[in-house]
């Protein structure tokens, strides 16, 4: 059985995971096979699950403000400031020109100098903590497919998951325009 690969994003996990659960909920609410037993049992790997999700969320989102925000910031300004050599050196010669292009430089050095300090600073304990929520997601998830192909069957864990891409780094969304992650199923 495939699962996501665990070099997906957190935001490729937490979607793989929003859509597990939403399989276990619908077992609960549309599966009149289910014995009064097996109904306990979902709902408690649905909660467990559902506290699983929750935590990934959590740390999502501090990650993914940070690299939309303030990294994007801090590579802008590198962006500008590697313009601002490439002009300078492009310039006319001179006193002048030599002076600007140091400038240049000295502006670059400086901005990539901010960009390392604040990729050691925010992105590696942000990172660090979306790791770990991810291994626990994976781990919850390992335990509630054992549990449940003990309980019901390989065949119906099975059918909890989507479809992925073929690399497994993504949930399939085939014929979906509006998700930037739209490919067929492998």
Not at 65 to 90: I, K, P, Q
């Amino acid at each position: 059985m495939q699962r996501l690969s665990r070099g997906a994003s957190g935001l490729r996990h937490l979607r793989w995971a929003r859509e597990v659960l939403a399989t276990l909920e619908a077992h609960l609410e549309h599966n009149p096979a289910l014995s009064g037993a097996d109904r306990e049992a979902l709902q408690g790997e649905a909660s467990a699950l559902a506290a699983a999700v929750q935590a990934l969320s959590g740390a999502v989102k501090p990650y993914r403000d940070f690299l939309e925000r303030t990294r994007v910031r801090h590579r802008g300004r590198v962006r500008v400031a590697e313009y601002l050599v490439r002009e300078s050196d492009a310039g006319e010669a001179g006193g002048t020109a030599r002076a600007h292009l140091g400038a240049a430089r000295a502006h670059l050095e400086e901005a990539l100098v901010e960009l390392t300090w604040m990729e050691q600073a925010q992105r590696q304990p942000l990172k660090a903590a979306l790791s770990a929520e991810i291994d626990r997601l994976r781990e919850a998830m390992a335990r509630m497919d054992a549990h449940l192909a003990g309980r019901l069957s390989e065949k119906f864990v099975e059918s909890l998951y989507p479809p992925l891409t073929d690399d497994a780094t993504r949930v399939a969304d085939d014929g979906d325009p509006d998700d930037d992650a739209t490919a067929s199923p492998r």
